[in-house]
């Protein structure tokens, strides 16, 4: 096996996705071989290097988990939380390997949400440069103009960087109506701040599908995927032909 960089190797180890592992070097929770490592550029070989991660040895996964979650509302898309709020991975049940979740939902919003242990499909899932769509359903605090409909769907300037283009459709009307909105992009708390910026509020915020994966579960309830589902995903993906 050739080396990788070593946030390459944490994520495919299922220690955290790519963005979060480059987090951990550089906090110095990464040692190669007795050293610490703060550098994201460092080079590695899983099973010739000894690769610790908060002081427990590396190893690759022994099998390859992808579990779909419907995560509550109140339930934080992380591993752990230091205020003890209840997490995701609290929902997984019988679950040994340690996953974590591809990209995220805020605490206040509920949904889709997959959950694995393989970096290359964690990291293709989140790339823009893939397209991967999510599907949301948002309920407001009053109605969008016309003018703010064209304005969300054609990119709003959120911290000097304009979204990429957005879906936007009213399903439900009222004085409270109910949007559909898909995504390429997901950046932190993008619905909300898009909403926000054309001055509403976002009730309730959830997550029904990404790329053709639908929600199929109760609240709190997971389920692996199956076989023909990953195998789509992998064609769609091109994840086989990185991998060659």
């Known amino acids: 096996m050739a080396e990788e960089r ?6 495919r180890a299922g220690v955290a996705s790519r963005r979060h592992a480059e987090q ?8 190669v071989n007795g050293k610490v490592i703060t550098e994201l550029g460092t080079r590695a070989e899983l099973g010739r290097d000894h690769i610790k991660v908060d002081g427990k040895l590396l190893h690759p996964p022994k099998r390859l988990v992808y579990l779909a979650v419907n995560k509550p509302k109140g ?35 509920e949904g889709l949400l997959l959950l694995t242990n393989d970096g290359d499909f964690a990291n293709a899932i989140t790339s823009a440069r893939n397209h991967v769509e999510k599907t949301y359903v948002v309920k407001v605090k009053g109605n969008l ?16 960087r304009r979204t990429a ?6 399903i439900k009307e ?10 390429i992009e997901g950046r932190t708390n993008q619905i909300r701040n898009m909403f926000s910026h054309l001055g509403l509020l976002v009730e309730k915020l959830r997550r029904v599908k990404i790329g053709f994966l ?16 990953m195998a789509k995903f992998r064609r769609v993906l091109k994840l086989d032909r990185a991998r060659d």
């Open 214 to 229: 639908a929600l199929d579960l109760p609240p709190g309830e997971f389920r692996h995927l199956s076989n023909d589902e």
């Open 24 to 31: 951990y070097i550089l906090e110095g929770r990464v040692t």
């Open 75 to 109: 339930v934080m898309t992380t591993m752990e939380d230091p205020e003890g709020r209840p997490t995701v991975t609290e929902l997984l049940r019988g679950i040994r390997e340690r996953v974590y979740p591809v990209g995220r939902l805020d605490y206040a919003s």
């Open 145 to 160: 103009t016309e003018e703010q409909e064209e304005q969300f769907r054609t990119g709003i300037p959120l911290a000097g």
């Open 6 to 11: 070593l946030q390459k190797i944490l994520s």
């Open 174 to 183: 009222g004085e409270n109506p109910w949007y559909e909105v898909k995504l």
């Open 165 to 170: 283009p957005a879906g936007l459709k009213r």
